[in-house]
């Protein structure tokens, strides 16, 4: 029997953690570390689908040096509020990425699961070198060792979401990111 969609939530009603203009102010920061520290270079980003693509979309159009961009697809077992800790890889990149500076988009680290298998992953491809940007960061909830290099914020354990970043696939396109109700109405 197909699962019952969780009631919707109207996002006007969730607290904002961060603002549409704090965001873009710090992931221009971020572009500008980015284009300084890989000046004369050229580097490939990739995002993984789907919460980065927004992200990935405005730190692009941050970044002033020769870039492309490749995106990998993950899914995590039963993915809901809390992940179940298996990764699998649903899409891969597309280009080669041997001899390249690779940059991982990610809309936010929380246990490391995720990044820490993609990173082995792109490791066996031989990038040049490899770095991990990641919008946000949940350093307490971490099961794994893994830091990103680039980071917008780091935040407390709350589920968030817009910015690229769901509930049941819901918000993505919610352009503040805001804390979503531990017991929302009608759920
Ligand atoms: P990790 O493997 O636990 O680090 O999980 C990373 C993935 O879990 C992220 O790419 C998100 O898709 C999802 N995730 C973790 N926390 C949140 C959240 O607060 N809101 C939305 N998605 C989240």
Known sequence: MPSKLPAYVPPAIMEVLFSREQIAERVHALGQQISTEYAGESIVLIGVLKGAAIFLSDLAR?????NTFDFVAVSSYGRARVSSGQVKLIKDIDNPIEG????LVEDILDTGLTLSYLRQLMLQHKPASLKIASCLDKPERRLVPIEADYVCFKIPNKFVVGYGMDFAERYRGVEDIRIFPENPPGH
């Open 100 to 103: 390249k500076h690779v940059i």
């Open 62 to 66: 941050s970044i002033t040096v020769d």
